[in-house]
């Protein structure tokens, strides 16, 4: 379990992220299409998942932006925007921040959260995602992850972006 804060508020997520050397899990995660995306629908791409509790806070909003802005510039790469929105939502924000170069999908009916360990077990956001970044290279291998402290403030784009480079 990882030990974050919520404004300076202790709270807790089920678990840790995956290891950087560790093959990544499976998963079921829901577009805004209502269809199901996992493992295999971006083989052989590297990935950047961008993993928050909801799309409808600033914070969340701005590390989608950000992400889409610095990792679609790089090759062969994909950003996968991870959250327990519903995909309608989702795709509402894409589509008003002209979001069309990432993914954007819901893990409100997957066990994502718990799989990643990202779920986030206490206080007021029980049940949602905690802020975090899980980077892959092409064969799925982790390569950086980032579970931020703080569940107020943006992750470090610079070093997932970084791990990209390399």
């Keep these: ?8 508020n202790e709270i807790n997520t089920i678990g840790e992220l995956p290891h950087s050397g560790l093959s990544i899990k499976e998963f079921a995660l829901v ?11 971006y083989e052989g ?8 509790p909801s799309v409808d806070t600033g914070v969340c909003a701005a590390s989608a932006r950000e992400f889409s802005k610095r990792a679609t510039e790089l090759e062969n790469t994909v950003v996968i925007n ?3 929105d519903l995909p309608f939502a989702l795709g509402r924000f894409c589509a008003a921040e002209g979001l069309d ?4 999908l819901s893990d409100f009916r997957g066990k994502f ?16 995602l905690s802020r975090a970044v899980v980077v892959t290279d092409e064969k799925g291998t982790v390569i950086y992850t980032e579970q931020v402290p703080e569940i107020t403030t ?4 610079e070093a997932a972006i970084e791990a990209l480079k390399k």
């Design 154 to 157: 943006e992750p470090n784009y």
């Design 45 to 52: 791409k590297r990935k950047v998942f961008n993993i928050f």
């Design 31 to 41: 577009n805004q299409d209502l269809q199901v995306k996992d493992l295999s629908s």
């Design 1 to 8: 379990m990882a030990k974050i804060t919520l404004k300076g």
């Design 101 to 104: 170069n990432v993914e954007t």
């Design 82 to 84: 991870v959250s327990k």
């Design 113 to 128: 959260g718990t799989d990643y360990g990202v779920e986030i077990t206490d206080g007021p956001m029980k049940g949602l």
